[in-house]
């Protein structure tokens, strides 16, 4: 299975963008970028996914690096609601179907 | 729209007795699944069921866990016997069929062996 690798930790002041990076350099053409996030003592929730294009929607966007080895979770302005740690998962319909594997993820700070 | 309810939300028990977990999913939503979560780490799935069907228990450790969706809508995960390493957050989600992009979670139920 590809793997994702991720910082551990960041920090962020409020009302800044914020960057999250993921390497994925093993992803196969067939796998999709799937970004979920954790909030304190909840299940993880939806973030953004996509395969080769940038994609954007209401609570963030992704960027998609052109040989798709990495890709970047972009906050617009980060709240202090934003405060969770961020997944980045690659699925394969193809060989996993809905299996998601996560990692352990960036836990993100985000300071008044 | 109501999400998906688990319960109990903490559960504490001594090893070696049984315990169950329940799960309801969002309406309509054929595929559930049941995940375990240990301390700093990301969830790691245990079970797969499309509607009545578990399609995916590869990960299920069979000698203690098992898992039931009866009417392909609630579902239960029981540990019996529990030991010391089964603390976790057990965690349900669900997604429509045809949809795994998005999977909803619930809260989890926090279980602590002692």
């Known amino acids: 299975d590809a793997k994702t690798t991720q910082p551990n930790s960041m920090e962020s002041n409020e009302e800044e963008p914020v960057h999250l990076p993921c390497n994925h350099s093993?992803?196969?053409?067939?796998?999709?970028i799937h970004w979920y996030r954790q909030l304190p003592s909840q299940g993880p929730e939806y973030v953004i996914h996509?395969?080769?294009s940038n994609v954007n929607n209401r609570m963030a966007s992704l960027a998609i690096a052109e040989d798709r080895k990495s890709s970047t979770l972009i906050l617009h302005r980060a709240t202090l609601r934003d405060a969770a740690v961020y997944y980045c998962?690659?699925?394969?319909?193809?060989?996993?179907?809905?299996?998601?594997?996560f990692g352990t993820g960036t836990s993100l700070t985000v300071i008044p | 729209e109501a999400g998906v309810v688990q319960s109990p939300r903490y559960k504490i028990i001594e090893k070696k007795q049984p315990v169950a977990f329940w799960c309801n999913p969002i309406?309509?939503?054929?595929?559930l699944y049941w995940y375990r979560q240990n301390l700093g780490q990301g969830p790691e799935l245990l079970i797969r069921?499309?509607?009545?069907?578990?399609?995916?228990d590869s990960q299920l450790p069979k000698d203690r866990f098992s898992a039931e969706r009866l009417k392909g809508v609630d579902s239960t995960l029981k540990i019996q016997p529990a030991e010391l390493g089964d603390s976790a957050v057990y965690l349900c989600?669900?997604?429509?069929?045809?949809?795994?992009?998005?999977?909803?979670f619930g809260p989890g139920t926090r279980l602590t062996v002692l």
């Open positions: 069921y499309e509607n009545e069907e578990a399609v995916d």
């Open positions: 998962i690659l699925r394969n319909p193809v060989n996993t179907g809905n299996q998601f594997y």
């Open positions: 996509g395969l080769t």
């Open positions: 093993t992803i196969s053409g067939t796998d999709y």
């Open positions: 989600a669900s997604s429509q069929t045809g949809n795994a992009d998005t999977q909803y």
């Open positions: 309406s309509g939503h054929n595929t």
